[in-house]
């Protein structure tokens, strides 16, 4: 079907082998297509992408626990009655090792991936939702050492902290963002899902994100075995937080405001809390030799604030409040602070690490023995820019100019 929709660009072919891809529960999987719009402000166009990989039966334990009580999640979500589904639909979620690369998420990859895109295939078959666990863990280890911790945690409690759960609290928050964020929730009867047009990427992603913020903190979390206390959640609270107010801004070039739809998301969600939170002082920056930090006072006020955001962005999308969408993305998520940012960037600078991480793909050989498939050799190269060439000698099949 999908070679079908390669052949023909039937929009709906796509449709129907999206609806064949997620009842497809294989140990072995992928994602191919152009998929994602993140990349175009108009949220038209999307880049070509695919993952290839299989199934973490350990891990996979963890999202199946979460998505086995999706409907408890949400009956008790914080948001109107009206926009809840009463039947949430088969949400699929697993944990997966990617074993390779290609299009746009290569070299530098999504850490989760929840699809399809499309809200009523979603709606009337289900999705899949998956967390790329080798990925979030060689990006754990890379930064273990990298000093960034140190640079912009406040204390050297919420170093520790950060060092023993942040990789459970992201592994958690992703889970929770694609296994049942995504999936949460209902348009009213008659609203175009695509009503949010621009900035339908960056509103969606921060439902998600809510939702799994919102979620970190509840008592059900340790109640289900996935937690062992809140110490996880606060993690997670202090590292969103820091990066949406802060650390993110080292990926944007002086001068230039936000664009992508994570990022313009994830500030526009710290932002909004840091200034609803100010007559609590919820959210607090302060200055110590010269340096910003931000730390969080009280984390059960934040879990509250990210309930009231996740309610109204939940209307927003369910009743096609454009208006509203606009307003928000643009009075919260895209500005940044001029000298915030360059005081961050001056800092990072320092720290000679790269903004973006990206990966080299595994290299695999078929082995055969009197024509059937054996074995398969697998190599680890280490250079990029070796990778690239030898990609555009071998498997460049369009002349540059068609
Ligand atoms: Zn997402």
């Given at each position: 079907m999908l070679i079908d929709y390669y052949r023909t660009g039937d929009l709906n072919t796509w449709d129907q082998y999206n609806i064949l891809w997620a009842q497809d529960t294989s140990f072995v999987d992928y994602v191919n297509g152009f998929i994602e719009v993140y990349g175009d402000p108009l949220g038209r166009k999307a880049t070509w992408e695919s993952v290839v990989n299989f199934r973490n039966e350990e891990a996979t334990r963890r999202t199946k626990i979460i998505s086995q009580n999706a409907?408890?999640?949400?009956?008790?979500?914080?948001?109107?009655?009206?926009?809840?589904?009463?039947?949430?639909?088969?949400?699929?979620?697993?944990?997966?090792?990617?074993?390779?690369?290609g299009g746009?998420?290569?070299?530098?990859?999504?850490?989760?991936?929840?699809?399809?895109?499309?809200?009523?295939?979603?709606?009337?078959?289900?999705?899949?939702?998956?967390?790329?666990?080798?990925?979030?863990?060689?990006?754990?280890?890379?930064?273990?050492?990298?000093?960034?911790?140190?640079?912009?945690?406040?204390?050297?409690?919420?170093?520790?902290?950060?060092?023993?759960?942040?990789?459970?609290a992201d592994n958690l928050h992703t889970d929770l963002h694609e296994c049942l964020g995504h999936g949460s929730g209902q348009l009213l009867p008659g609203v175009n899902s695509e009503a949010l047009k621009n900035y339908q990427s960056a509103l969606e992603e921060a439902r998600a994100d809510l939702f799994a913020l919102y979620y970190l903190m509840d008592p059900k979390m340790i109640e289900l075995g996935l937690i062992p206390n809140f110490d996880v959640a606060k993690t997670e609270y202090n590292a969103y937080i820091r990066n949406g107010l802060m650390t993110q801004l080292t990926r944007i070039e002086p001068g230039k405001n936000i664009e992508q739809a994570h990022m313009r998301n994830r500030q526009l969600i710290a932002?909004?809390?840091?200034?609803?939170?100010?007559?609590?002082?919820v959210i607090e920056k302060k200055v110590k030799d010269g340096k910003t930090y931000v730390i969080i006072n009280d984390y059960e006020h934040l879990r509250t604030l990210f309930g009231e955001l996740l309610a109204e962005i939940q209307r927003i999308k369910s009743e096609g409040d454009y208006t509203a969408g606009k307003e928000l993305v643009e009075n919260y998520g895209v500005k940044v602070d001029p000298s915030l940012h360059k005081e961050v960037i001056e800092r990072y600078k320092k720290l000679n690490l790269a903004p973006y991480g990206g990966f080299v793909n595994p290299l695999m050989k078929p082995l055969y023995e009197n024509g059937q498939l054996v074995d398969v050799e697998i190599f680890y190269p280490d250079d990029y820019v070796e990778q690239m060439l030898y990609y555009s000698k071998n498997y460049s099949f369009l002349p540059p100019y068609n």
């Open positions: 409907q408890w999640f949400e009956d008790h979500s914080p948001i109107d009655p009206r926009f809840k589904k009463q039947k949430v639909k088969g949400v699929s979620a697993k944990v997966i090792t990617v074993a390779q690369l746009d998420c290569y070299p530098a990859t999504p850490i989760g991936i929840n699809l399809p895109n499309a809200d009523w295939i979603r709606k009337e078959h289900g999705s899949k939702s998956v967390t790329m666990e080798n990925i979030t863990y060689a990006y754990d280890q890379a930064s273990l050492g990298s000093g960034f911790l140190e640079e912009f945690c406040y204390s050297s409690a919420e170093v520790e902290m950060a060092k023993k759960y942040g990789p459970l932002i909004w809390c840091y200034q609803k939170g100010l007559p609590n002082n």
